[in-house]
């Protein structure tokens, strides 16, 4: 099992910049892969960005890239998102998600089935 905390949401103006982090804790010792999905008011839950445990393999959703970064530090078992150039549709709960393993081979990093572990979600609010 392993157990995710997300911190650093919060309210920010349109033009500005937000870090996400999500610690894990639990059986990390075998490695994983994590990335970040998130969920507008009466909208489905979104991919936005994954990275494989050596931070070698990172995808992010078209609607993200070149804004957002993914990155991770694994002595600290956290990974970060830094939300650069947020825009008011990117007003969200955003979860930190986790699965066992190493890279996504060819799997659907974009997919929530994909993922076994979910954080419990942190508020990301653009005001215009």
């Known amino acids: 099992q392993v157990q995710l905390v997300e911190s650093g949401g919060g309210l920010v103006q349109a033009g500005g910049s937000l870090s996400l982090s999500c610690a894990a804790s639990?059986?990390?010792?075998?490695?994983?892969?994590m990335g970040w999905f998130r969920q507008a008011p009466g909208a489905e839950r979104d991919f936005v960005a994954a990275?494989?445990?050596?931070?070698?393999?990172?995808y992010y959703a078209d609607s993200v890239k070149g804004r957002f970064t993914i990155s991770r530090d694994n002595d600290k078992d956290t990974i970060y998102l830094q939300m650069n150039s947020l825009k008011v549709d990117d007003t969200a709960v955003y979860y930190c998600?986790?699965?066992?393993?190493?890279?996504?081979?060819?799997?659907?990093?974009?997919?929530?089935?994909?993922?076994?572990?979910w954080g419990q979600g942190t508020q990301v609010t653009v005001s215009s």
């Open positions: 639990g059986r990390t010792a075998s490695g994983y892969v």
């Open positions: 990275i494989s445990w050596t931070g070698g393999s990172i």
């Open positions: 998600v986790a699965r066992e393993g190493l890279g996504f081979y060819g799997g659907a990093y974009y997919s929530q089935a994909e993922y076994d572990y």
